[in-house]
């Protein structure tokens, strides 16, 4: 069982950066493939980065690519994601997420069905 904490969410304007840090519970972390997924009202959730379980292969949404970063530090049990250039429309719920596949094609990380474990989520809120 794998138990996902976020925080760095907040309120900021349009142009600013934020962290997001997700802290993993679980002695297998390390192999595990870790990311992000978002989501507003109404919406279904959107996949945003992945990163493989070694940090050696990343992945990105079309609509975060350039902007956005992820991480992780295996040492730490943490993944982390870079929020810079922040838009309006990335206002959301952003969720981390986790999966016993190590690393994959990169359209799989898309597929919500991967995804074994969420976290609570963090609000970010971007103001134009």
């Known amino acids: 069982q794998v138990q996902l904490v976020e925080s760095g969410g907040g309120l900021v304007q349009a142009g600013a950066s934020l962290r997001l840090s997700c802290a993993a519970s679980?002695?297998?972390?390390?192999?595990?493939?870790m990311g992000w997924f978002r989501q507003v009202p109404e919406k279904e959730r959107e996949f945003v980065a992945a990163i493989s379980w070694n940090g050696s292969n990343t992945y990105y949404a079309d609509s975060v690519k350039g902007r956005f970063t992820i991480s992780r530090d295996n040492a730490k049990n943490t993944v982390y994601l870079q929020l810079n250039s922040l838009k309006p429309e990335d206002t959301a719920v952003y969720y981390c997420v986790a999966t016993n596949v190590g690393d994959t094609y990169a359209a799989n990380w898309y597929r919500i069905g991967i995804w074994s474990y969420w976290g609570q989520g963090t609000q970010v809120t971007v103001s134009s």
């Open positions: 679980g002695r297998t972390f390390s192999s595990y493939g």
